[in-house]
Structures are given as structure tokens and as C-alpha cells.
């Protein structure tokens, strides 16, 4: 039988190795490496899916105040963002000029540094404040 420490090791595993694959992607730049781009896609995907799970668990044992949704409604929206900024800056545009393209990429570059690390922290807060 699966225990909520269990879920939140776990969940915290994952994000942990979310953000070290994103590092090592960071660090490779681009063209950047197919496998550990993936990796870093499927590990961050799996967060999310681990951290709504368990906050499903947490939910059905404790109840959520006002606060703990307003910190989920926005974990849930860095999340998001962390995702669709990852996901506009792998994609490559054929034909535009490399120093014009890397300047317009340099706010989602800042965005997908910023965005994951307040939807960890706020994953962490919220799972501490729940349990």
C-alpha cells in the first residue's frame, strides 16, 4: 500500500531531477541534445502529473483553505508557463537571423529559469501546508 510520504518523495524526486535535466539541457545549448531534452520534457511532465496526484491525496485527507487554492490556481499557472516556454523555445525557426532570434527568445529563456523554481517551491509549500 502506497503511504502520502511515499507520493510526496516521489513527487519531490521527480522535480528534483526536473530541474538537473534542465540544467544539463541549459548547459549543452542548442542544437540541444535530443536525449536529455526528452528526458527533461518526460521528468517535468511526470511532476506535474505526480504533484496533482498527490495534492488529490493530500485534499482527501485535510481540507484546503482559501490560501492553499489561491497557491494551487497559481503553482498550476507557472506550471504552465514553465511548459509552454520550454516547449517555444525548442522549437526551431527555419530562415530568421540567429543574433535577431536569440534576442527575442531572451525573456522566455528568463521565464523558463523563473517558472519552474516557483512551481517547485510552490508544490513544496502547498504540500506542507496540506500535510
Known amino acids: 500500500m502506497e503511504t502520502i510520504e511515499s507520493k510526496l518523495i516521489v513527487t519531490g524526486s521527480l522535480f ?3 530541474l538537473i535535466t534542465g540544467v544539463i ?6 542544437p ?7 528526458l527533461h ?8 502529473i505526480a504533484a496533482i496526484i498527490t495534492v488529490i491525496q493530500l485534499y482527501k485527507n485535510t481540507s484546503a483553505t482559501f490560501w492553499i487554492w489561491v497557491l494551487m490556481i ?10 509552454s516556454s520550454g516547449t517555444i523555445l525548442t522549437v526551431e525557426k527555419k ?7 536569440s534576442e527575442k527568445e531572451e525573456p522566455m529563456k528568463k521565464m523558463h529559469v ?3 523554481l516557483l512551481t ?5 509549500l502547498i504540500f506542507y501546508l496540506m500535510y
Open 95 to 101: 530562415g530568421t537571423n540567429e543574433k535577431e532570434t
Open 74 to 83: 497559481v503553482a498550476v499557472i507557472t506550471f504552465l508557463l514553465s511548459f
Open 25 to 30: 539541457v541549459k548547459k549543452a545549448g542548442k
Open 41 to 48: 520534457k518526460i521528468f517535468s511532465l511526470l511532476a506535474g
Open 120 to 124: 517547485t517551491l510552490l508544490t513544496a
Open 114 to 116: 523563473i517558472a519552474p
Open 16 to 18: 528534483l531531477i526536473m
Open 32 to 38: 540541444y541534445p535530443f536525449l536529455m531534452l526528452s
